[in-house]
């Protein structure tokens, strides 16, 4: 039961443009979501999030794009930059039976050519 | 500012042992939750700490079983270990109460089973 999916294993970019990172979930109780970026060897790195009440949120060059009626959100990063290359995860977080908990994507691969 | 540190970094294990894996959270936390990111997928939920007491558990049988000390580290524990449970094993503190902030992560411990 995937309840979060990243339907693209793997993006290439060119430096300077545009990166965009898809989810899609199916749970309507999830009412906050997150990215995060991994390098290798490292622990998910929190990024950006955003709650149901939203339909953007903006950090610099990274913007979460939320729409709730198709239960989709997006990440862009703008300009893509040699060091974004990383996994990017996309989670979805709720309230649980009492805990919160978050369920998260398979990941894309995002690389930056120069 | 300590973040989540875990302990050990890495682990070389037998079918049928058992294993303990240690976290602690990063200061000001008193949640600890547990993930296990098996290779190409993304972290999956294990269970969830918070008053030294397990809040909620995801879809991982009874041989993976956790603990919470009052100084809020917490340890997981893993018995009868299989060939399926080697994977990279994350630990996320969080704050109690500060629903939607996102949980920050350790760098994991990578266990193979053999």
């Known amino acids: 039961d995937q309840q979060v999916k990243q339907n693209s294993p793997s993006l290439s970019v060119q430096e300077g443009r545009i990166s965009i990172l898809n989810c899609d979930y199916t749970?309507?109780?999830?009412?906050?979501f997150l990215w995060y970026k991994k390098y290798p060897a490292e622990g998910p790195t929190f990024l950006i999030s955003?709650?149901?009440?939203?339909d953007k949120n903006e950090d610099g060059r990274f913007t979460v794009f939320l729409n709730k009626s198709a239960k989709h959100l997006s990440l862009h990063i703008v300009p893509s930059q040699p060091g974004d290359s990383a996994v990017y995860f996309c989670?979805?977080?709720?309230?649980?039976?009492?805990?919160?908990?978050?369920?998260f994507g398979q990941g894309t691969r995002l690389t930056i050519n120069p | 500012d300590a973040g989540v540190t875990q302990s050990p970094t890495h682990l070389i294990k037998t079918r049928g042992q058992q294993v303990t894996l240690r976290c602690s959270p990063k200061s000001g936390h008193d949640t600890v939750s547990w993930y296990q990111q098996a290779l190409g997928q993304g972290p999956q939920f294990i269970f969830q700490?918070?008053?030294?007491?397990?809040?909620q558990r995801g879809n991982f049988p009874d041989r993976f079983s956790g603990h919470q000390y009052p100084n809020y580290s917490s340890e997981l524990n893993v018995n009868a270990l299989l060939l399926g449970d080697s994977a990279l094993y994350l630990c996320?503190?969080?704050?109690?109460?500060?629903?939607?902030?996102?949980?920050?992560f350790g760098d994991g411990t990578r266990l193979s089973i053999l």
């Open positions: 700490y918070y008053e030294e007491e397990e809040r």
């Open positions: 749970n309507s109780m999830f009412d906050y």
């Open positions: 996320a503190s969080s704050l109690a109460g500060t629903y939607n902030q996102p949980q920050h």
């Open positions: 989670a979805a977080g709720g309230w649980f039976l009492g805990a919160q908990k978050l369920v």
């Open positions: 955003i709650s149901s009440i939203k």
